[in-house]
């Protein structure tokens, strides 16, 4: 729906407010949900999720700060390969 489209942007434009007010130079959107970092943009800082059911939204979001990543090294998350 489109209220489902404007709800995720909102929520990426928080992420990205916040991702500048810590002086993190370059970061934005690609055609995958979530926020990236990078001069490329090719890591990704922030995910976001939404559910719509019975007009009430259940919303989510991660923005990693300093991970320690190799917990992760067995899976491809969010099925986005290196």
Not at 31 to 38: A, K, P, Q
Not at 45 to 64: D, E, I, P, T, Y
Request: aromatic letters at 10%; proline letters at 4%; glycine letters at 10%.
């Amino acid at each position: 729906s489109k209220f489902s489209y404007w709800w995720v942007n909102r929520l990426q434009d928080v992420l990205m407010n916040t991702i500048r007010a810590h002086g993190i130079p370059k970061y934005g959107l690609t055609e995958d949900v979530g926020i990236w970092v990078g001069d490329d943009l090719d890591r990704k800082v922030a995910a976001l999720g939404l559910q719509l059911r019975q007009g009430c939204s259940m919303h989510g979001f991660a923005l990693n700060v300093n991970p320690d990543l190799t917990f992760y090294d067995g899976i491809v998350p969010c099925g986005l390969k290196d």
